[in-house]
Structures are given as C-alpha cells and as structure tokens.
C-alpha cells in the first residue's frame, strides 16, 4: 500500500506498509541504476488540482525537484537522497519503524517542499 496526501502548501506524505517499503525500495534502486522507478498509487491523491495516480523517480545530481507529468508527481532526486533512503527503508523492514519522517526535501515549482514517509500497520 502506498498512498500520498497533501500537507498543507509545504509538505506531501507518502504513506506506506510494508508491501510499499519493498516498492519504494525498488523504485529508488530502479533510479540509482539510471531507469526511472514507478509506484502506482492504491488510490489516485489530489495535488492541487491534479489527480495524481503514479509517482516516478529519477536520479538527479543537480538540484532535487518535484514536477507533475499527466496524472505523475515525477522526483528528482540526487543520488545521496536515494541511496540514504534506500539505507532508512531496509531499517525499517527491521524495525517496523520510519523515523525521523522526512524523506527529503524539493523544488516544487517556486516553493520547497518538504516529503515525509510514514510506515503504516499492514
């Protein structure tokens, strides 16, 4: 299960179990290796006035951002961002815990935004 929420002008979730670690893991490597890692929503999240029904990520070694494509939130991340991330979720099939929340931190449009991860119960 993974699904997104909108926090205020300033802040996205991505809640997940433990089935979305595992796809977030993948997508996240996925991006490490230069493809783009894709995580279908379970249910389509609004962002603004966009139905958003797929994230996508890439490695970006420049600036991390955060853009919408069609019914995607595409992130671009740096390759640090990714492979710490990728570090916190395989703790976290572990430890069943995610903490500190936040993933990383975006440009999104002409704001930064800050994405937090929240690992719910099964």
């Known amino acids: 299960m993974i699904k997104l929420t909108r926090d205020g002008k300033y802040g996205l979730t991505i809640r997940f179990d433990l089935h979305g670690v595992n796809d977030l893991i993948e997508a ?4 490490l290796n230069g493809a783009q890692g894709n995580i279908e929503l379970d249910e389509p999240a609004m962002v603004g006035n966009k139905k958003i029904k797929k994230l996508a990520f890439s490695c970006n070694n420049e600036l991390d951002q ?3 494509d069609v019914s995607s939130l595409i ?3 740096e390759d640090e961002v990714l492979e710490y991330n990728l570090g916190r979720l395989g703790e976290c099939i572990e430890s069943l815990q995610f903490a ?3 993933l990383c931190e975006v440009r999104f449009g002409k704001i930064n935004m800050t994405i937090y991860g929240i690992l719910e119960n099964s």
Request: hydrophobic share 45%; charged share 15%; glycine share 0%.
């Open 28 to 31: 996240f490597q996925n991006a």
């Open 66 to 68: 955060l853009s919408y």
């Open 75 to 77: 992130f671009e991340l």
């Open 100 to 102: 500190p929340a936040e």
